[in-house]
């Protein structure tokens, strides 16, 4: 559901069985989703970073801390 307009990615955020907030093959904040957004939002994604994390990075190579509630308007 990528639409290469706004930010890198759009799509709708879901979380998975460990827990892990994502959009597409992008791992989400977990902080910043959990306290500012809810499930089925969607949502731009603004920056991309390596995952630091060991434990998710398998799964998700890339992560994005910045990233918003889509907006309809143009």
Do not use: H, R
Request: proline share 4%.
């Amino acid at each position: 559901m990528s639409k290469e307009k706004k930010g890198v990615y759009t799509g709708i955020m879901e979380q998975d069985a460990a827990g892990n907030f994502f959009c597409g093959p992008y791992l989400l904040d977990y902080k910043n989703a959990s306290s500012n957004f809810k499930l089925g939002d969607e949502i731009n994604i603004k920056t991309i970073i390596e995952n630091p994390s060991d434990k998710s990075y398998e799964q998700y190579p890339k992560k994005s801390n910045v990233f918003f509630k889509a907006n309809k308007k143009e």
